[in-house]
T-cell receptor, first 112, second 112 residues
Framework: EDQVTQSPEALRLQEGESSSLNCSYT??????LFWYRQDPGKGPEFLFT???AGEEKEKERLKATLTKKESFLHITAPKPEDSATYLC?????????????FGKGTHLIIQP | DGGITQSPKYLFRKEGQNVTLSCEQN?????MYWYRQDPGQGLRLIYY???????QKGDIAEGYSVSREKKESFPLTVTSAQKNPTAFYLC???????????FGSGTRLTVV
């Protein structure tokens, strides 16, 4: 059974204090790992897709990395506007268009 | 602008009623999905459709029904058989399922 576990559940940082969010996964044959950002009361916003171990992608203060068992979302010098819930997901094992399995998310708060 | 439109934003259902949530996309995506989000839980897949006139059950399909008569539209009906329908419902689409999904802004359903 596909599993995605995110940690920590919640993280409070001071503005400028860098940190990392973790996503560990168990899936039969990884065909894509996704990171999304979700603001309260809104739909998730796509951030990154990673396909193979060793792959890295960056966008502004965010950098996503992937190993064979987990992915990290590194946040460098965060600002209050980075506060959100960050979701990790993988393609379900059944097939390419069979949907994503999501973790429960990490609720990130950046204090000024 | 291309995107996914969900309506209504808020919906109230009385006990024993069926209600239908609308999802329309103008991205020309083949695959569409319905997810349910509850506090403290990850997104859970209800139904998905890879092509018109075809759809499959996800992990929590009981008490829900869908149709896919047009490529652009994938409405979700929450039936009276769904015993705990209060949740945030998210619709998503993808070109083929192998890429990042685009999400709508969600419908919050409350039983009154």
């Amino acid at each position: 059974e596909d599993q995605v576990t995110q940690s920590p559940e919640a993280l409070r940082l001071q503005e400028g204090e860098s940190s990392s969010l973790n996503c560990s996964y168990t899936v039969s044959g990884l065909r894509g790992l996704f990171w999304y950002r979700q603001d309260p009361g809104k739909g998730p916003e796509f951030l990154f897709t990673l396909y193979s171990a060793g792959e890295e992608k960056e966008k502004e203060r965010l950098k996503a990395t992937l190993t064979k068992k987990e992915s990290f979302l590194h946040i460098t010098a965060p600002k209050p506007e980075d506060s959100a819930t960050y979701l990790c997901a993988v393609h379900r094992s059944g097939g390419g268009a069979d949907g994503l399995t999501f973790g429960k998310g990490t609720h990130l708060i950046i204090q000024p | 602008d291309g995107g996914i439109t969900q309506s209504p934003k808020y919906l109230f259902r009385k006990e024993g009623q069926n209600v239908t949530l609308s999802c329309e996309q103008n991205l020309n995506h083949d695959a569409m999905y319905w997810y349910r989000q509850d506090p403290g839980q990850g997104l859970r897949l209800i139904y998905y459709s890879q092509i018109v006139n075809d759809f499959q059950k996800g992990d929590i399909a009981e008490g829900y029904s869908v149709s896919r008569e047009k490529k652009e539209s994938f409405p979700l009906t929450v039936t009276s058989a769904q015993k705990n329908p209060t949740a945030f419902y998210l619709c998503a689409s993808s070109p083929t399922g192998l890429y990042g999904y685009t999400f709508g802004s969600g419908t919050r359903l409350t039983v009154v």
